[in-house]
């Protein structure tokens, strides 16, 4: 699985959009783009994935560049609750692929009051 | 539909002893996963299990560490003999296959 790059830690004013960017330049044409976060003593909660195309739920918008070496987590109003620290991996979907994620360090994300 | 389930949520031991964990995974899910976690740094892979077969083993996993999912329902992980650097988060996940995994909450683990 490709590698990524983040920044070590961003800090958001509460009720801002809080964007967070992650490189993937070497990613390959059937990678996804997957989104965690992890607040303190919890286990990982998914966010969000896509493949090329931005996407959005009720978490969270991801949007992927169109080369696809790199995208942006968008959490539209951050909240205190939303500190953590955000995991961007990449990786293979799909039943012929079995294995785990590859989480890097991460950005620690600290929403301020 | 509950998510992933662990058990116990944290446990404390002494150098030396067994200790098991385990985990409920979401009810339909194939695949279930196990990775390690230490302070300040993100989970690390262990193993995974597609029904009752481990279909692989991170290096990580020395012979002092062995998991099971007899059923192909729930899993459990103990280790024996254990060491103080074995003290770590231990996280597991399910998926539908190859689909997003979903994580519990882990179990904590402290070796004195």
């Known amino acids: 699985d490709a590698k990524t790059t983040q920044p070590t830690s961003m800090d958001c004013a509460e009720g801002r959009a809080a964007n967070l960017p992650c490189n993937h330049s070497?990613?390959?044409?059937?990678?996804?783009v997957y989104w965690y976060r992890q607040i303190h003593s919890q286990g990982p909660q998914y966010i969000i994935h896509?493949?090329?195309n931005n996407e959005t739920n009720e978490m969270a918008s991801l949007i992927i560049t169109e080369d696809r070496k790199s995208s942006t987590l968008i959490l539209p109003h951050a909240t205190l609750r939303d500190t953590a620290v955000y995991y961007c991996?990449?990786?293979?979907?799909?039943?012929?692929?079995?294995?785990?994620?590859?989480f890097g360090p991460g950005t620690r994300l600290s929403v301020l009051p | 539909d509950t998510g992933v389930s662990q058990d116990p949520r944290h446990k404390i031991t002494k150098r030396g002893q067994n200790v098991t964990f385990r985990c409920d995974p979401i009810s339909e899910h194939n695949r279930l996963y196990w990775y390690r976690q230490t302070l300040g740094q993100g989970p690390e892979f262990l193993t995974y299990f597609q029904n009752e077969a481990q279909l692989e083993k991170s290096r990580l996993l020395s012979d002092r560490f062995s998991a099971e999912r007899p059923k192909g329902s729930f899993s459990t992980l103990e280790i024996q003999r254990t060491e103080q650097g074995d003290s770590a988060m231990y996280l597991c996940a399910s998926s539908f296959s190859g689909e997003t995994q979903y994580f519990g909450p882990g179990t904590r683990l402290l070796v004195l």
């Open positions: 991996i990449v990786r293979v979907w799909g039943d012929n692929y079995g294995q785990n994620f590859v």
């Open positions: 896509g493949l090329k």
């Open positions: 070497t990613i390959s044409g059937n990678e996804y």
